[in-house]
């Protein structure tokens, strides 16, 4: 399977930003959809945002639609996740993930390559 590799996390106050981003293969990140989920203690996973294989659609869930933005450079080999006025229930390891080609999926059973995830910590 493909490595993809979180880097970013940290802790940060309330209303801060911070900027994921996930290495992985120039063949994922070219020819994939990409994802970002977290998992905050005590909780499920969850869906964060989507990016399609051409870059052209964007997911986001609506607790974060305008403060995360996800976007990718395939040149770099990387997906990034953009996120600003951080609050304390951002709080959470997000995981990138690698899913087929189509229309970009909220459903983690979508998903077949997964990091090992960065913890985000932000603080009231």
């Given at each position: 399977?493909?490595q ?22 120039l ?5 994939y ?15 964060v ?23 990718k ?8 996740l ?9 709080t ?10 189509g ?9 077949e ?6 913890q ?5």
């Amino acid at each position: 399977q493909a490595q993809l590799v979180e880097s970013g996390g940290g802790m940060v106050q309330a209303g801060g930003s911070l900027r994921l981003s996930c290495q992985t293969p120039l063949r994922t990140v070219m020819w994939y959809n990409m994802g970002w989920f977290r998992q905050a203690p005590g909780k499920e996973r969850e869906f964060v945002a989507a990016i399609s294989r051409t870059g052209s659609s964007t997911y986001n869930v609506d607790l974060v639609k305008g403060r995360f933005t996800i976007s990718k450079d395939n040149r770099k080999s990387t997906v990034y996740l953009q996120m600003n006025n951080l609050k304390p229930e951002d709080t959470a390891v997000y995981f990138c993930a690698a899913a087929q080609p189509g229309t970009p999926s909220s459903d983690e059973k979508s998903y077949e390559n997964w990091g090992q995830g960065t913890q985000v910590t932000v603080s009231a």
